[in-house]
């Protein structure tokens, strides 16, 4: 297999060369090649839970996007004044929840 450098900086495309990790993660994969215990079972055990991170973010992002369906649904009256708006209105609930005390 024939890996390429990270020299195409056109949008899209460095996050897919990427495959999810930072540039800090990359350089420390990379860094193993040079310790004498390393091996490719490192390498993979770190892609294996880059990999779960992803899976975490992609399921919280679709449960997100479920839930903003559901309120763009609900905000059929365009006319209805904002103190209305059941997006606003999730919004508020939120910032309540995270105030302190």
């Known amino acids: ?8 900086m056109r949008p899209g495309n ?8 930072t540039l800090t993660e ?12 390393a091996c ?6 770190l892609a294996v839970e880059k990999k779960l991170q992803l899976e975490g ?4 992002m679709k449960l997100m996007s479920r839930e903003l369906d559901r309120l ?5 009256e365009e006319r209805h004044p904002v103190e209305e708006c059941p997006i606003l209105s ?4 939120v910032d309540a929840s995270a105030r302190p005390g």
């Open 57 to 60: 973010k992609i399921k919280a």
């Open 90 to 93: 999730a919004l508020e609930q």
């Open 1 to 8: 297999m024939r890996f390429s450098p990270i020299t195409d």
């Open 72 to 76: 763009i649904a609900d905000c059929t």
């Open 14 to 21: 460095l996050e897919q060369r990427n495959l999810g990790f």
């Open 40 to 45: 490719c079972g490192d390498v993979r055990k």
């Open 26 to 37: 990359i350089r420390e994969l990379l860094a193993l090649r040079n310790q004498r215990a």
